[in-house]
């Protein structure tokens, strides 16, 4: 059973940094796929980075493109949201999610099965 556990999320003011970490086990194949997605209040889940271990894919969204950052460290299985530049919109609940197959990175939170339970970061002054 693939279990994921995010830390890393709480409050920082416009312009600062948070680093999320997503530790991941469980995994049966030889690969793996983790996306990282957030979720703001009345808005649709959206995908904002994803790594995949089959091709080293480290993939960022044109939204954050230059803020945001994805680094794994695969001796630890765990995949790093490195946020710079924090702006009030980037306030959510951050979440990281595995594929149950597909070596891919995908953007789309229909193509993972597994989640996370969230980390809530609030980017106020």
């Known amino acids: 059973q693939v279990q994921l556990v995010e830390s890393g999320g709480g409050l920082v003011q416009p312009g600062g940094s948070l680093r999320l970490s997503c530790a991941a086990s469980?995994?049966?194949?030889?690969?793996?796929?983790i996306g990282w997605f957030r979720q703001a209040p009345g808005k649709e889940r959206e995908g904002v980075s994803c790594f995949s271990s089959d091709d080293d894919t480290l993939y960022v969204a044109p939204s954050v493109k230059g803020r945001f950052a994805i680094s794994v460290n695969n001796a630890k299985n765990t995949v790093y949201l490195q946020m710079d530049s924090l702006k009030p919109e980037d306030t959510a609940v951050y979440y990281c999610?595995?594929?149950?197959?597909?070596?891919?990175?995908?953007?789309?939170?229909?193509?993972?099965?597994?989640w996370g339970q969230g980390t809530q970061v609030t980017v106020s002054s």
């Open positions: 469980g995994f049966t194949q030889d690969y793996y796929v």
């Open positions: 999610a595995a594929r149950l197959s597909g070596r891919l990175c995908a953007t789309s939170s229909h193509e993972y099965y597994y």
